[in-house]
């Protein structure tokens, strides 16, 4: 069964630094998103992306943060200036067409630590 | 802004009896909801959906039901299994006013399901 894949399952950075999640959807899939779910807390959305331009956002979706669609497969979300709360568990997701029954899939998640 | 709520943060229940798993929403434009399973440190998986125009969505041993005038959905297993022990999300979504919505979901808080052996 096609799957979201992301990389890396987890990684530490330092306060600050640059963060590059990667993500691969689903491979007939138009629409992307990241969503994050901070330790106890819910899944919070975060993004979304179509066409090549993000079609929506959330108020964490701040200027430190920008995706990216390089090529016909990868979904980045980038961190420029990670900060302590950034720390969460982040989830790629895809989605093939609007409307209902089309289910939004989610990848395994990539655990961010700053510290 | 709480547009999806689940008011009880944890359930346990004997195998093989009902599990009943509820989800309130304030949001009228909500027209797709949507159940998700979540191991710890893991992808929310799908798990079942319904949309605002049927009232009850069946699955296996899982059942959503809608109650748009109460703005209420729930989801039922029976029986219940060991395995199925997680923390299931409710999850919704409205159709944008433009062709370029994407209808992101908004989530629950979460109930941990327990199913005792």
């Known amino acids: 069964e096609p799957e979201v894949t992301q990389t890396p399952s987890h990684q530490v950075t330092q306060m600050g630094q640059e963060v590059i999640l990667r993500c691969v959807p689903i491979s007939n899939h138009l629409y992307f998103y990241w969503y994050r779910q901070i330790l106890g807390q819910k899944v919070e959305f975060l993004v979304s992306f179509y066409n090549n331009e993000i079609s929506e956002k959330s108020e964490i979706f701040d200027d430190q943060f920008s995706v990216e669609r390089p090529d016909g497969s990868n979904f980045t979300l980038k961190i420029r200036s990670t900060k302590l709360e950034d720390s969460a568990m982040y989830f790629c997701a895809s989605r093939k067409t609007l409307g209902s029954g089309n289910t939004i899939y989610f990848g395994e998640g990539s655990w961010l630590t700053v510290v | 802004d709480q547009q999806v709520k689940q008011n009880s943060p944890s359930l346990s229940v004997q195998e093989g009896r009902i599990s009943i798993l509820n989800c309130d929403y304030t949001?009228?434009?909500?027209?797709?909801f949507l159940w998700y399973k979540k191991y710890p440190a893991e992808g929310p998986t799908f798990l079942i959906s319904?949309?605002?125009?049927?009232d009850k969505n069946e699955d296996g041993r899982f059942t959503v039901f809608l109650n748009k005038s109460a703005k209420h959905l729930s989801l039922h297993i029976v029986p219940s299994q060991p395995g199925d022990s997680a923390v299931y999300f409710c999850a919704a979504s409205a159709r944008g006013s433009n062709q370029t919505g994407a209808n992101n979901l908004f989530f629950g808080t979460g109930t941990r399901l327990t199913v005792i052996p």
């Open positions: 949001n009228s434009m909500f027209d797709y």
């Open positions: 319904i949309s605002s125009i049927k």
